[in-house]
Each structure stands twice: as structure tokens, then as C-alpha cells.
Nanobody, 115 residues
């Protein structure tokens, strides 16, 4: 099982991007979905996740108030809307699906924010 993250690109300071996480072999609706990022020379950082029951979302302090995670169960997709982007948001972004102690990852999508 592999997840597919997409939507990255080059954006200017203050711009927005919307990332998408999809899967072909599992239903994302039944999994806790997390977004992580890894900047050059830094460790992977968890920035947001969304639960399976009531859609409770979590955000790290570094993105709180600027990013929003959401589910589109009809499309088997989880989105990460990123607003007010900063150069320090530059990283490869990954999505992760977890259920019952099993975790799936996809290849990342690169986000570059220019100043």
C-alpha cells in the first residue's frame, strides 16, 4: 500500500498551496491521517493530523492558524490547505495513514516558498 501526496510547487512568500493525499488500496476514511514535512538537513516533523471519528484535527505550533487539514471521503482524499506560506515552510511534505498499529507512507511532494 502506498499513499500519493501531490500539490506541491513553488510559491512566493504569503502564498497558498493545497496538498492532497490519496490512496488506491485502502480507505483513508478509516485511518488517522497525518501530514509530515522534512526540510533539508532537518528531521521529519509532524505538522497536522486528523482522526477518524469526529474529524478532530491537530496542528503543530509552527503551522497552527495557517494550515487546515480536511477529508473528502467521496474522493478518498485528505487535503492540507496551506496559507500565508513562509520560506521556513520549504520542505518535502509527506502523508501518513495509521490504523491498528500499521502505518503507510507515500513519497513526498516538494514545497518551495521563495522570499
Amino acid at each position: 500500500v502506498q499513499l500519493q501526496a501531490s500539490g506541491g510547487g513553488l510559491v512566493q512568500l504569503g502564498g497558498s498551496l493545497k496538498l492532497s493525499c490519496t490512496a488506491s488500496e485502502i480507505s483513508l476514511a478509516g485511518h488517522t491521517i497525518g501530514w509530515f514535512r522534512q526540510a533539508p538537513g532537518k528531521e521529519r516533523e509532524g505538522i497536522s493530523c486528523i482522526g477518524t471519528r469526529d474529524g478532530t484535527a491537530y496542528y503543530s505550533d509552527t503551522v497552527k492558524g495557517r494550515f487546515a487539514i480536511s477529508r473528502d471521503n467521496t474522493e478518498n482524499t485528505v487535503h492540507l490547505q496551506m496559507n500565508s506560506l513562509k520560506p521556513e515552510d520549504t520542505a518535502v511534505y509527506y502523508c501518513n495513514a495509521q490504523r491498528g498499529g500499521v502505518a503507510y507512507w507515500g513519497q513526498g511532494t516538494l514545497v518551495t516558498v521563495s522570499s
